[in-house]
């Protein structure tokens, strides 16, 4: 099959699914986020965070589709499809208007949904990752639920003895804390041979290289099921529920946003 004809095939794909890749709710969004937000910063916080509503699968979708078009694009000099003729191409079968409008509203559409599909194929790279704001947020509101709580118990003398007690047993030293240096972590691995491993922190570590070390070293101990998984490092507790880490996240940085953290290497959800 010819590649115009492929590329005329897998725009009727995504133009004839049941429903739009960025869902019937979200569609006003999308469009109301580049007319009324003029700084591309701005646009690109808004977003993201649409991109965090979407469905799973919509999401996991939408981002091999640009993954496809990014390749495209980088291949402009073979194909002569730079960023923009790629975006006024695939926008109208991603957006797509029921109903008539006039040529004037139409032009303007058109133009609206290029610049969003710009703007997810050019900042793909941050867009399916958690935003660092939004984290920042929820550590605040934890923190501050767990001081108001805390207030509250207090008022309570038996809980009062009780968190007492849990305090000192959970902060019992097994080790004197002076052989802890500063950045270092523990990591459990429940499903490797070996399960936990101390790890001193740079300014470089990622949470990718902590996943290459356990593999590294768990290489011939753990069984074939657990080497072909797929797996991810865990951030859990402190002032966190659970933080799936991104692979480039820089170890450091969240170790001080949550030092009473643990931290778990767990098979990514499929």
């Known amino acids: ?43 690109l916080q808004a977003l993201h965070l649409l991109i965090m509503l979407m469905p799973e699968a919509n999401r996991d979708t939408a981002k091999a589709f640009l993954q496809f078009l990014k390749k495209v694009v980088a ?24 109903g008539k409008r006039a040529n004037q509203q139409e032009m303007q559409a058109a133009a609206t949904t290029a610049h969003i599909v710009r703007l997810l194929i050019r900042y793909q790279d941050i867009l399916w990752t958690v935003p660092s704001f939004l984290i920042s947020q929820v550590r605040k509101m934890n923190e501050a639920a767990m001081n108001n709580s805390k207030r509250q118990l207090m008022f309570d003398k038996g809980v009062r003895k009780l968190l007492r007690r849990k305090t000192m047993e959970r902060e019992r030293p097994e080790r004197p804390e002076s052989d802890i240096p500063e950045g270092v972590i523990r990591v ?83």
């Open 75 to 98: 291949n402009e000099g073979k194909n002569k499809m730079n960023l923009w003729n790629v975006s006024m191409i695939v926008a109208p079968n991603l957006f797509i208007y029921k």
């Open 188 to 270: 459990y691995a429940p499903l490797h041979s070996k399960v936990s491993m101390a790890i001193q922190l740079n300014s470089q570590t990622k949470a990718k290289d902590i996943l290459a070390r356990f593999h590294c070293e768990n290489s011939h101990g753990s069984s074939q099921n657990v080497r072909s998984q797929i797996q991810s490092l865990h951030e859990i507790g402190g002032n966190i529920g659970q933080h799936c880490l991104d692979p480039d996240a820089f170890m450091l940085d969240v170790y001080r946003a949550n030092p009473q953290a643990e931290w778990v290497i767990k098979p990514k959800a499929s």
């Open 1 to 43: 099959m010819c590649k115009p004809a492929l590329a005329g095939l897998l725009k009727m794909f995504i133009r004839e699914l049941p429903s739009p890749l960025f869902t019937v709710e979200y569609l006003p969004a999308f469009i109301t986020l580049v007319e009324r937000i003029s700084k591309i910063k701005l646009q």
